[in-house]
């Protein structure tokens, strides 16, 4: 049974800092890229960021590069988004997504969600 199991979301001020983990189970792991996807209220659920299935690479939403870290531990079955700097609007509920191409197939999988409030 695939799993993918959000943590970390809370309630912060404007300026701090929240790390969420994402643990995994139930697929190979390390065969996956890892994403982190958001959905605020109203609004589409856009990507965040991106780590490849071999750690080659990263790719971050223009609006949180510089603020956001993606980081993967293959070994751990563990995906992590470390977010400085927050804002007002990042204010969403964000989601863990593993997604693998195999030929014509598409395998992807999601997380329940982990609400970030960022609020004074």
């Known amino acids: 049974q695939v799993q993918l199991v959000e943590s970390g979301g809370d309630l912060v001020q404007p300026g701090g800092s929240l790390r969420l983990s994402c643990a995994a189970s139930?697929?190979?792991?390390?065969?996956?890229?890892m994403s982190w996807y958001r959905q605020a209220p109203g609004k589409e659920r856009e990507l965040v960021a991106t780590?490849?299935?071999?750690?080659?690479?990263?790719n971050y939403a223009d609006s949180v590069k510089g603020r956001f870290t993606i980081s993967r531990d293959n070994a751990k079955n563990t995906v992590s988004l470390q977010m400085t700097s927050l804002k007002p609007e990042d204010t969403a509920v964000y989601y863990c997504?593993?997604?693998?191409?195999?030929?014509?197939?598409?395998?992807?999988?999601w997380g329940q969600g982990t609400q970030v409030t960022v609020s004074s």
């Open positions: 780590v490849t299935s071999a750690v080659t690479s990263t």
């Open positions: 997504n593993a997604r693998r191409k195999a030929g014509i197939t598409i395998y992807d999988y």
């Open positions: 139930g697929f190979t792991f390390r065969n996956y890229a």
